[in-house]
Structure formats: C-alpha cells, structure tokens
C-alpha cells in the first residue's frame, strides 16, 4: 500500500492507503475526494488537477507534452501542478502530498 496525502479545498489533510499501480484520480475517485475527472483519465481534460507538494514534485517522471498541454487550459496552474489522472502510485511515493486547487476548469460540458 501506499500512502497519499490530499490536502482538500477547505484545507482538510486527508490520508489515504492506496494500492500500488492505482492513478491519484483513481484514488481521489474511491475515497471521496472532490476531484472530478470529467474524461475519466483519457488525459482530454484538467479536472483532475493537483498541486504536488514541492518536496515530491521532482520525484514524480516528467509531465509528457500532452499532460503539459491540458495543464495549460486550467485555472492556478504551478511548476508542481500535475493532473491526477497521469499519476500511478508506487511504493517510492509512499507519503505523496497533493494539494486541491481552488477551482478547476471542465471543457468536456
């Protein structure tokens, strides 16, 4: 398992014990975490949008140019930012911090 730590729009902490190979939407998904995930992880969207605590961004593989893209079309974008949906867990990410953004973007209506 693997443990991810959303920290929610109202600044609630939630941790999660997440199966390793699972995408953070995935998880956010199943825990009741409001992230929505309108294209349900075909990377056509960005609501999925998180900010990645600055101590694990650097360890996460590099955005590809088409997650780079449809980061482009949303709101509070960071140097952090990643969508959920391109996230997989694994074991070295054990204590990921994501923060919510205050608003995100769905195109997809």
């Known amino acids: ?3 991810v730590v959303f920290i929610e ?3 609630n ?3 999660i014990a997440a199966k ?10 199943a825990n009741g975490i409001d992230m929505e995930g309108a294209c349900e992880g075909s990377l ?3 609501t999925c949008h998180v900010v990645v605590d600055e101590a694990w961004a650097s360890r996460l593989p590099k955005a590809t140019d088409a997650e780079e893209d449809m ?5 509070g974008v960071t140097r952090s930012s990643r969508l959920g949906c391109q996230v997989t867990l694994t074991k070295d990410l054990d204590g990921l911090t994501l923060r919510l953004p205050a608003a995100t973007r769905n195109m997809m209506d």
């Open 13 to 15: 902490r939630k941790e």
């Open 71 to 75: 980061l482009d079309l949303t709101y």
């Open 9 to 11: 729009r109202n600044g």
């Open 1 to 3: 398992m693997v443990k």
């Open 44 to 46: 056509a969207c960005s």
């Open 20 to 29: 390793d190979g699972a995408t953070v939407l995935q998880v956010a998904q």
